[in-house]
């Protein structure tokens, strides 16, 4: 193997066109275009995500080469995120990422997307520490809560996972009952910031390592239309109070099931991935769960929380290394999962 080997990693698996150039474990440029379309739509739209990827992606693969100050004619391999996502968002990267790669003939690495959110952690600036095997990893998304068991880069083991909603979808749902822009994780997190807990949420009963956040969504519409019936100003009297309650009861729901799978594994390393690890309240009650459990924790740089290439890259390069390249046939899987 050479001395240094360059990757060009490709992420397109929702709403964010992103390019990364690895050498090694080092990451050379992280390029995110953001879709700021979808705002007005107060989600995701298919359609316009797939059409604005083809936009995007020439440009910031461009811009990720110039970044690196690297040429096509350097790289070593073109990996893609393969899935999970949206199908069309999945296809644009996919077949940019396999005609470039066969016209400058070198390998292909289809990655998956919830396995290359885990091992972001092994960035060489990710953090501070990198964690050892095996760790477990709560990765926590706008369309993903699980409960990861990571035996090495890539044997990993679903202990749990949401059976209906995932939890950045009940923080978002929650955003527009409250009258919030899309994205809305964010901005409950910044209104948290200046509340109190004072409103109480009953949390879901879920067997096991599983969650469930539907219920949570139902239980707060109904306390937010009783409350305005009552006093229309409801809402904007005490939205950082609201804010604070439900971020708290989602911070306790994840922790209640963290603490279970560390109980019964014996497993006292613990990270977090995805983008809802972004969140201020997840990230204190982790730092705090050091001290008071004896846990040690690993948390992400913010730029490595949301969907973003530097994390395919990363994983690309851990396949490379063993060799696992894909050919030509390889094709997108909206449903991939993490242990896929």
């Not at 936009?55 to 461009?62: G, S």
């Not at 690196?68 to 073109?78: D, F, G, P, Q």
């Not at 993903?144 to 202990?159: A, C, G, P, S």
């Not at 009552?230 to 609201?242: G, K, R, S, T, V």
Request: hydrophobic share 40%; proline share 4%; aromatic share 8%.
């Amino acid at each position: 193997m050479l001395d240094k080997t360059y990757i060009l990693a490709i992420e397109s698996s929702c709403d964010d066109t992103s390019a990364s150039v690895i050498c090694n474990e080092q990451i050379l440029s992280n390029i995110v275009a953001n879709q700021e379309i979808h705002s007005k739509y107060g989600g995701v739209v298919p359609e316009l995500a797939s059409r604005a990827h083809q936009q995007n992606i020439v440009p910031v693969v461009h811009a990720a080469l110039k970044e690196a100050n690297i040429t096509k004619e350097n790289l070593n391999a073109i990996a893609f995120t393969q899935g999970p996502g949206l199908m069309g968002s999945l296809l644009v990267g996919a077949s940019f990422a396999k005609s470039m790669a066969l016209a400058l003939n070198v390998p292909l690495l289809a990655i998956n997307h919830m396995q290359a959110h885990i091992l972001a952690h092994f960035i060489d600036d990710a953090s501070d520490k990198k964690p050892t095997f095996p760790f477990l990893c709560l990765t926590i998304s706008g369309g993903h809560t699980q409960i990861v068991k990571v035996n090495n880069y890539f044997d990993m083991e679903i202990l749990g996972e949401t059976i209906d909603d995932a939890v950045g979808e009940a923080y978002d749902k929650t955003a527009k009952i409250l009258g919030l822009p899309y994205p809305g994780g964010p901005l409950i997190d910044k209104h948290a910031q200046t509340g109190n807990p004072v409103f109480t949420f009953t949390k879901p009963k879920v067997k096991e390592h599983h969650f469930s956040f539907s219920g949570l969504k139902t239980a707060i519409l109904y306390f937010i239309q009783k409350q305005v019936k009552e006093n229309p100003n409801f809402i904007q009297e005490n939205l950082n109070d609201i804010c604070a309650s439900v971020q708290n009861t989602i911070a306790e729901i994840l922790m209640d099931k963290l603490k279970k799978a560390v109980k019964e594994t014996g497993i006292k390393q613990v990270a977090i991935a995805g983008g809802v690890s972004a969140n201020s309240e997840i990230r204190k009650r982790l730092t705090n769960a050091q001290t008071h459990f004896g846990w040690s924790c690993y948390i992400p740089k913010f730029e490595y929380t949301t969907d973003n290439a530097a994390m395919i890259a990363i994983t690309a390069y851990q396949k490379y290394k063993l060799g696992l390249y894909n050919n030509q046939s390889v094709t997108a899987n909206p449903r991939l999962k993490v242990n896929s």
